[in-house]
């Protein structure tokens, strides 16, 4: 501990996705960064791999996006929800966005830490295996810097800094300290995540809406696949592999869609995991010298794919908010400003489209395929909704547009666009 530095311009916890791209961002403008993670070595996990369009333009003018495709991120033009035959219920053509970032890209969360680790100024410093306990705070309770963890035979150290950011996940260790509020609320269901290798699927996010709820299929690179299914808390307990085999019989025969997975799916069984999933959203994303970027401010379900796209936009907003203001406590309140209700629209938008795929039964699935239908038979809120999921156009829906989609008022306006769409290259 005794070589880290005793004051940096900005501290930041947690070297994921969210807080390498605070420390891209903010070094950009010159500050000097200083990245603690404790973990030595990341270990492998199946999150933030599908990357939204406006990601994509922000990765690009990082100049990360070259280093995503040397590792074969796949490139994906269209979302669809389909039945647990294959029948497409809704489509979402990326093609039809506006500007020139029209694809997700579909990559390795290690690749996309690598590529934005890449992409790091000089005046950012990462150190791994460093665990951050506590905020240190000057005379006047404003945060001002962080305590972090000896090892052996080490007291610890404290590393002083004008602004530290938290990216240390939904347990945040910094935010709890910092007294910010949180909700917290737990799904009713858990989603297994499979890493299937030689899979030919095809270049599309394909979310199955099936009698025991949604089944998320999308291509990975190295013709892998990545396959969430969704099973109660109580269902995946097999260990064997008869009784491995036994449950996959079972998933196959209630959604004949993924057939052509079977093979390889049963030879990746050995590749899984078991997540709960939560919705989080912290009261206030800044309090004086610290600022809460991605999952320390905010979760939601992967249905909707937002969580890591949100924490890049939780970094390039923080430092255009620093960039534009003369204080840093005066940049976390316009931060607080322009983030708050794009994230509380971020949160409303996963988690209806998580509650359509994902319901089993009841007024809630029935409302869902209701709402599918209309949007499907109505180009008007599809291109709304395009835009909204890839960040590229991002409008609510209205109170009325919620009518048109529950059949309760008819859409005049249908077949036309908002509003005159920008140039498309």
């Known amino acids: ?8 311009d900005v501290v930041v916890s947690g070297a994921g996705a969210g807080g390498l791209a605070a420390a891209r961002a903010l070094g950009a403008t010159g500050l000097r960064v200083l990245v603690l993670d404790r973990q030595r070595v990341p270990g492998p996990t199946a999150k933030g ?3 939204q369009p406006e990601s994509i333009r922000v990765l690009d003018e990082w100049r990360a996006l070259d280093a995503l495709r040397a590792g074969d991120a796949r490139p994906v033009d269209r979302l669809a929800i389909r039945d647990h035959t294959g029948a497409e219920l809704l489509a979402i053509d990326y093609a039809e ?3 020139p970032y029209r694809q997700v890209f579909c990559a390795d969360y290690a690749d996309l830490r690598e590529a934005i680790g890449r992409s790091l100024p000089g005046t950012v410093e990462v150190r791994h295996g460093v665990r951050v306990t506590g905020a240190l705070r000057d005379d006047a309770g404003r945060v001002a810097g962080v305590r972090v963890a000896g090892g052996r035979g080490d007291g610890g150290a404290e590393v002083r800094a004008r602004l530290v950011v938290a990216a240390d996940g939904m347990s945040s260790a910094l935010r709890k300290d910092a007294g910010i509020a949180v909700d917290r609320d737990e799904y009713p269901h858990r989603l297994l995540a499979f ?11 394909s979310a199955y809406r099936t009698g025991r709820g949604l089944c998320l299929v999308y291509p990975l690179p190295g013709r892998r696949c990545r396959l969430y299914v969704q099973v ?6 097999a260990s064997g592999t008869a009784e491995l085999d036994r449950w996959c019989d079972a998933l196959l025969a209630q959604v004949p869609a993924i057939a052509p997975l079977a093979g390889p799916l049963r030879a990746s069984l050995h590749r899984r995991q078991l997540f709960a999933v939560h919705r989080l959203r912290a009261h206030r994303l800044a309090v004086p010298g610290l600022a809460l970027v991605g999952e320390s401010a905010h979760a939601v379900h992967p249905m909707a794919a937002q969580g890591v796209n949100s924490s890049l936009a939780d970094a390039e907003a923080l430092a255009a908010a620093l960039d534009r203001e003369t204080g840093v406590d005066a940049a976390l309140e316009s931060y607080q400003e322009a983030r708050g209700p794009r994230l509380d629209h971020i949160a409303t938008v996963s988690h209806n489209a998580a509650r359509m795929i994902t319901a089993l039964s009841g007024a809630p699935r029935l409302l869902g ?3 599918m239908r209309r949007t499907a038979a109505n180009p008007r809120l599809l291109r709304r909704t395009a835009g909204n999921l890839s960040g590229t156009d991002v409008r609510p829906l209205t109170f009325v547009d919620r009518l048109y989609q529950l059949g309760l008022l008819v859409d005049r306006n249908a077949g036309t666009t908002d509003r005159a769409r920008p140039g498309v290259k």
């Open 1 to 8: 501990m005794a070589d880290l530095p005793a004051s940096v």
């Open 49 to 51: 791999e599908i990357l």
């Open 195 to 205: 890493d299937v290798a030689e899979a030919d699927v095809d270049a599309e996010l």
């Open 97 to 99: 966005l506006p500007g």
């Open 369 to 371: 395929a209701r709402m």
């Open 232 to 237: 109660r808390p109580d269902e995946f307990r």
